[in-house]
């Protein structure tokens, strides 16, 4: 019978150490019994803690860092599907690139310097996969040491032998960089590089059952710093693969196939490619390695990331506070909307598009959308009245114009009972028709 977060605190050092990274030792024994988090992560557990609790304690999928200038976990999910709870690590979108490719350099500038901003959040490439592409070796360490130093990523290696694989890890160690295509024939000399120089493996083999087989062997050597290749075939073949180990580790404690992915995709079709990556992301995947380097592809599969590994239940939300857009004076009218993120990116760039120059006053309203946060009683004229107060805006502005969203036009007597000598105008209802609302109203 699992153990419940107080029976585990009580197995636990309570000396609330924040080594473990959480702030109590109740805070990580509750992690430790919902599976979010490994005993090995306390520094200070006991004997007995560790022969009681051992493996249960583990998470279903165990997690594993990715990187180590810019680190990323893989793996540590506890549920099927995101509604359950939510889903926590999200899978890892990295770029193949080729030791022979004549605009490498180039190729890795992109990559470093892609950013795309999305409701707040920057998302970037979380690392770039090398292939050894002929038979130079010392071409292949050379593409290998430009790209770690080019990048600051973790580096995945494709490096077609042993030798060549053992070769380019020294040149990554302490970067919790992936060797990758590791089999059964190589996997005792893989171990060693791997453990020598502090990175993961990413072990394959032509079947399921042969990967088990080395996912125990390394386990049972006390290594467990890697991640699953499943040698798939076709795009039917992965989906089934990937829901198979999942459910194995998640509803039966599967611990062989209890590990992250990885996966190379390359089909040849970019259209095949990105249907590829959407399943890999949708269906569990850990890392997916993209074959080329396309901004127009990433924002797709950023996007759907971003939304797909969104707690459904914490929305995201931006600080609550007054935002200046443009440049502000005395003069300029106030513009209040929520602090859902999504709500205040596209009122603030429709006020941007517009050319106004204004104050837009985001109240805290546990990230809901407009209507739902006046529903809940969070967007009243009593709460958007005291927080314009707390903010001191009567010191910021001589205007005394503020505008409510259109859909929530009955707060606007009690907003101006709450705030003696200021004017509520009601605004749209769409942000999109804030431009002709500012043109022929406000001005």
């Known amino acids: 019978m699992a153990l419940s977060g107080l029976q585990i605190q009580k197995l636990l050092p309570k000396t609330n150490c924040k080594e473990c990274g959480s702030n109590t030792c109740l805070a990580f024994a509750m992690k430790l019994a919902a599976k979010k988090a490994d005993l090995n992560e306390c520094p200070y557990a006991s004997e007995e803690?560790?022969?009681?609790?051992?493996?249960d304690s583990e998470p279903p999928v165990r997690p594993v860092t990715v990187g180590a200038a810019k680190p990323a976990r893989v793996g540590g999910e506890t549920v099927l599907y995101r509604h359950e709870k939510t889903f926590i690590n999200q899978t890892l979108i990295a770029i193949d690139v080729l030791d022979d490719d004549p605009d490498l350099t180039a190729k890795l500038a992109d990559i470093r310097d892609y950013r795309l901003e999305r409701v707040g959040e920057i998302l970037t490439v979380n690392a770039v996969s090398v292939t050894r592409h002929g038979a130079d070796e010392a071409r292949f360490l050379q593409a290998v040491k430009q790209t770690a130093e080019m990048t600051g990523l973790a580096v995945i290696l494709?490096?077609?032998?042993?030798?060549?694989?053992?070769?380019?890890?020294?040149?990554?160690?302490?970067?919790n960089s992936v060797i990758a295509d590791v089999q059964a024939e190589n996997l005792a000399e893989m171990r060693g590089a791997a453990v020598?120089?502090?990175?993961?493996l990413a072990i394959t083999a032509p079947d399921i059952d042969s990967l088990i087989v080395m996912s125990e062997t390394l386990k049972a050597d006390g290594f467990t710093?890697?991640?699953?290749?499943?040698?798939?075939r076709s795009l039917p073949e992965t989906y089934q693969t990937n829901i198979i180990a999942r459910r194995a580790a998640i509803r039966d404690n599967?611990?062989?196939?209890?590990?992250?992915?990885?996966?190379?995709?390359?089909?040849?079709?970019?259209?095949?490619?990105?249907?590829?990556?959407?399943?890999?992301?949708t269906k569990y995947g850990g890392i997916c390695v993209l074959p080329t380097f396309d901004p127009a592809q990433l924002v797709s599969l950023m996007t759907l990331r971003l939304n797909i590994y969104t707690d459904p239940q914490k929305p995201i939300q931006v600080e609550p506070k007054i935002y200046a857009i443009g440049e502000p004076d005395r003069n300029s009218p106030v513009f209040v909307t929520t602090n859902f993120s999504l709500t205040y990116f596209i009122?603030?760039?429709?006020?941007?598009?517009?050319?106004?120059?204004?104050?837009?006053?985001?109240?805290?309203?546990?990230?809901m959308s407009v209507l739902t946060a006046w529903a809940a009683g969070k967007f009243s004229g009593s709460h958007i009245a005291k927080f314009l107060k707390e903010m001191k805006i009567e010191e910021m502005v001589d205007s005394r114009r503020v505008v409510i969203p259109g859909y929530v036009s009955?707060?606007?007597g009690e907003l101006e009972e709450n705030l003696p000598g200021w004017t509520v105008l009601v605004g749209p209802q769409e942000a999109s028709d804030l431009e002709a609302f500012i043109k022929n109203i406000l001005k």
Do not use: H
């Open 49 to 55: 803690a560790k022969s009681v609790l051992g493996a």
């Open 158 to 175: 494709r490096a077609g032998s042993t030798s060549a694989a053992i070769a380019a890890a020294a040149l990554l160690k302490g970067t």
């Open 196 to 200: 020598e120089n502090g990175l993961l």
């Open 225 to 232: 710093n890697f991640v699953l290749q499943f040698d798939t």
């Open 254 to 281: 599967y611990k062989a196939l209890g590990y992250g992915t990885l996966r190379f995709i390359r089909t040849g079709n970019a259209m095949d490619d990105t249907v590829e990556a959407i399943t890999e992301i």
């Open 347 to 367: 009122v603030s760039g429709e006020l941007e598009n517009s050319g106004i120059s204004c104050w837009l006053a985001i109240p805290e309203c546990e990230g």
């Open 410 to 412: 009955q707060i606007s």
